[in-house]
């Protein structure tokens, strides 16, 4: 069953740490650039950050520059996201979203999505 | 803050056609490919059109997408009560190395 779950979202206190992971399974994951996507209460759809395939290289969103780590492990079949030094502004359900494309960003889409894991920040 | 503008919301009666635009610069949608989501209430989105106006094996084709210079729109025809939901455009933006979404449109039917 092709699919990605979530898991280690959570309330946590301003200036604290979270790690979110996104399993994936029924397909080649480390053919697959990986995304995560949040979206606060009642609002849009956010990019955060993004991880090349093969690990080598990542992008994020300035919102998160600095605070945020993207990674992978192939072998697992898992894309984490490290958060760090975390503001009220990040709480958000997160979903991790996979990057298909025909080889060049210019063509690349979200072609699966997890369900989303929510991540409450509050003292 | 999204580099992307959609209209707030749209609506039409069922049968009917919406259609919802999406506009940005030559940085994003001028340069790159668009891809359009759904998204239904309180579940993750949804792709329904890729590389503008393709859409996966799954989505009817009363879907439809198209991009002319910095600005694209997504069509729904023949419209359905189970079509009401937000709708996001997105696209790769090279000055900003990310991607980035539309701010959302909600289709109400009528």
């Known amino acids: 069953q092709v699919q990605m779950v979530e898991s280690g979202g959570g309330v946590v206190q301003p200036e604290g740490s979270l790690r979110l992971s996104c399993a994936a399974s029924g397909f080649t994951f480390s053919s697959h650039g990986m995304h995560w996507v949040r979206q606060a209460p009642g609002k849009g759809l956010e990019w955060v950050a993004s991880?090349?395939?093969?690990?080598?290289?990542?992008y994020y969103a300035d919102s998160v520059e600095g605070r945020f780590t993207i990674s992978r492990d192939n072998s697992k079949n898992t894309v984490f996201l490290q958060l760090n030094s975390l503001k009220t502004e990040d709480t958000a359900m997160y979903f991790c979203?996979?990057?298909?494309?025909?080889?060049?960003?210019?063509?690349?889409?979200?072609?699966?999505w997890g369900q989303g894991i929510l991540v409450t920040v509050s003292s | 803050q999204s580099v992307l503008t959609q209209p707030p919301s749209v609506s039409a009666a069922p049968g009917q056609k919406v259609t919802i635009s999406c506009s940005g610069s030559s940085s994003n949608i001028g340069s790159n490919s668009v891809s359009w989501y759904q998204q239904l209430p309180g579940t993750a989105p949804k792709l329904l059109i890729y590389e503008n106006n393709k859409r996966p094996s799954e989505i009817p084709d009363r879907f439809s997408g198209s991009k002319s210079g910095t600005s694209a729109t997504l069509g729904i025809a023949g419209l359905q009560t189970g079509d009401e939901a937000d709708y996001y455009c997105g696209t790769w933006d090279t000055s900003l190395s990310g991607f980035v979404f539309g701010t959302g449109t909600e289709v109400t039917v009528l």
């Open positions: 991880i090349r395939y093969d690990g080598s290289k990542k």
């Open positions: 979203a996979r990057w298909t494309s025909r080889g060049t960003p210019d063509t690349g889409r979200y072609d699966l």
